[in-house]
């Protein structure tokens, strides 16, 4: 790493005249090497990712457990510490049960969206007291990221991997099109004429000859048609359905205590979303759909081409490495509406962060491996090994320089922009989530218009978070 | 009290000593401590705060309790009578005398060998709307398939459907009922000049009714139960448009997901009581046509 150390962390001045000390005495007491009499101080740590991602971590770890022993060999007193990775699915479940139990891990990798629940039940340790006795340095994440990991006025998580969501273009499809690979769709109704231009279908004609043909075809009847590309759908891969109402504008909560499902943008947004539906054919995108095949495949939707525009993340560059190597691809910042340019680069940023559970038998120790972890070099050694950027203001030259994905950096600003939202911090969320995930269900099936679907979630809402404020009141009374 | 009766009333209290505590520890204790947490606000990781029949009482209130409970009813009633039907005519057929007898059993009897997950998943390719097996079937006889698994019309059905597949569990609880139908009950009606289905409804029936008794109060149990197909086939929310939320996977959200245990606690009390109303208003009515003739 070239770049000059930046970190989260700076240490106090008292703190680094007594690590000039420690250091001079570790060079007197390194003449005469030896093992360490000390007992390691082992941790576990559980972790979400597998593949790739995991990898990265791993290498992460095993840097930390080699400059434990190494200080260690320095200095005979001090006990190593020793990480220990455990790969758990369902992560954000398991660890709830198990702080349920009163056998946590030491330390553990969660979503940012989970906080405010964990939080709210109690299951997290508040790192406010060990950051400040570290002199942690807020201002050297970017903010939005940091406030993940921050509620109801204290810090419970800090953000490793961030990530954002563009939109990705097959440029092959483009070209097909007669579109310009080169000139994204920059405006919501662009997007959509360019949709239209990148669907095509197989109609069986009077004959029985068949040809391909592009558009909507309205007049053509659904049973001599057969879709074999489209240019954007909604619900693929469908990951941030809940969100469309911030690429308008609007907003899913207002504070801590009022539900904005029926916000107009969100009805605005969602119309929007029910329009592809009434353009396709209900029964079509539903057979269409199921035809695609995993997402973590070469029949993924926009892998294998029979999806030309999709909102995704920054980690799909690794997945278009692996199993479509070939694909010309773009990135660019998903369309705002047309005249609100003030709603250009908004983004779903959320992000992956460390915790320690309530109970945790080790929290110093963890904290030092979070500290160690989330220090500038350290970050962006496991951020590049995760295809990801990373969550602090600082970023060396050489980050950009090695990192394999060709739009880093339009997903690093899309995460600092203005208009990056993340799933709202409400201990409802898990609820407020399949309620919105069935109102987009009713809307796409066109079942529902979307103002009574969001109304009908804003009702049911409002009235989760009323009885969840109250028992959050009571148990604070107690 | 004799010493040899002291004997063998420590003895046998030793004998039942471990089921006793199995009892007590897995299924009474549990069962107490959930009504108990069912009267709480219980989030598991604080403790209980009591609240009285607050949960009840929300929960009558609640949507998709009743949509979850709908959900259920409908999959339980047509999974207890489909499996009947199917389950039970296989055992018929099963019990002729048929060459390869032997081999036809196995087959019918393998699939409900398959783990639940397992057979999920692969249903779950088989209901694929555009590439799956039946569709592809049906399309070569004519007939465009629904997109059965994301269509909200037909969810319920495929998974009542794929229900009907692990029938092999009961039909070979109704072949060893039948096999204990006395032959000469049989002669006897031949005798008398009764066709098939004489023979089924007033010799066969009759005679297994204490078999289908112990089959239809299991499957209304393992009915009102559904989950994993659910979980798996169509996600924790029960998509499309909730058609196939049932009772417990419901529970599981709100226990497991939303950490309401006591809320969660409160809905397993009411299908305890539920599917405790069903057992016995079944053993009721079968004293009216259930024939224990030894």
Redesign the interface.
Known sequence: MTGRYTGAWRAPPAARALLGALALAFGLLSCSPSESKQAPRRITYWEKWTGFEGEAMDAVIDDFNAKEVAHAKQDLNYAPIEVEKVTISNVE?KL??A??GGSPPDLAGNYSFYVA?YAD???LTDLGPMLSKAGFDRSAYIDHYMKLGEYRGKTWALPIAPASVALLTNKRLFREAGLDPEKPPVTIEELDAYAAKLTKWEVTLPSGEKKVESGYLPDVPASQKRLIQAGFLPGEPGWWSYGWGYFFGGSLVAGQDQITAADPRNIQAFNWVASYSKNLGI?VT??????FGNFASPQNAFLSGKVAMVLQGVWMHNFIEKYAPGLQWGAAAFPYPAGHPELANTTSADADVLVIP?DSAHPQEAFEFIKYVTSQPVLEKLCLGQQKFTPLKNVSDEFFQVHPNPYIRLFRELGMSKNAFSIPQTG?W??YD?EL??AV??IQ?L?ETPNVALSDVQT?MQTALD?SQR?LA??NA? | MSSLEATNRRNGLLFCLPWLIGLTVFLIFPLCAAFYYSLC?Y????PP?FIGFDNYV?LVKD?LFWKSLYNTAYYAAGSVLLGFVVSLTLALLLNSKVKGLGMYRTLFFLPSLMPVVAGSILWLWMY?????IINTGLHHLGITGP?WL???AWAKPAIMLMAVWGAGNAMVIYLAGLQDVPTSLYEAALIDGAGFFQRLFNVTIPMISPVIYFNVVLSIIAGCQAFTQAFIMTG??G????STLFYVLNLY?VG????RMGYASAMAWVLFIIILVLTFAATKLSKRWVTYDR
Request: without cysteine; glycine residues 12%; aromatic residues 4%.
């Open positions: 479940q709830l049960i702080i349920a629940a039940g109690g299951a029964g539903k057979r269409f759909r199921s035809g309530k409802i898990n609820e399949r995930g069935n269900d009713l099936n079942t049911k009885r028992i009571r148990r107690k | 606000d989030s598991v990781l604080l705060v929300d949507p694929n709307g555009q590439s799956g997109a994301s269509d909200p924790s929310s998509a499309p448009e909730r959200n497991f997901q939303d950490l």
